[in-house]
């Protein structure tokens, strides 16, 4: 049976980490990583120099200061699945549905979980997804040499709408594949893999769960 990894489990990790680190700026740069602010968000809050192309690397000197490394890749994975969370919920309910149709094999059941999560992040408003992804990631599959008045013209009115990222993707030169690759990473900062028909916890090779079928079901 797969181990359930609940919110409440992932904020007493980040907790816990708070509760042994000596400096006050590292505690801060955890109490944000608890209530899922966005990197590239941390870095302005906490004072950090630095940009949001680096957000990650800055954050991790920052971790440094008090974590070994081990210690530092684990506070990532944890952060990545608290604020990923939703999107990891959306992925197994998609087979969930999608196993009372079809016979679930390994590749079948890695595409429909990315399938699931990338409806997750296609229905996002541009707020939500840009606490997410930074601005140098989403335009990273943007054309060069593209009108620089009109790519700020684009994200203003973006901005001011709040525009669903399935709404915009496409203008900004992203594909299916692009948003697989997106997850993928994710996936890869969370240590997250997969095991026959389940998710993996690469850090233990548990087979694992974010669905509280329980409480699904009972909803």
Known sequence: MAKLISVESLENELRYYQSIASR??????????EIGIGLHDIINICGLASNSALAERTIKRCLDNDFNKEQVEDILSIYYRLLLYPMLIAGEQNIERESEVIDMNSRIYKETF???CINYLGNLPYNL????????????NYPSGADLHRTAQMFIEIAEKNKKLADFAEELGYTKDNLTLIINNYLGKMKIGFLELHLMDMNTQEAVTFLNTA?????
Do not use: D, F, W, Y
């Open 114 to 116: 990315r399938r699931g």
């Open 24 to 33: 006050k700026t590292t505690r801060r740069v955890l109490e944000e990583m």
């Open 215 to 219: 409480l699904h079901q009972g909803a």
């Open 129 to 140: 997804v840009s606490n997410l992804i930074s601005l140098p990631v989403l335009l990273s």
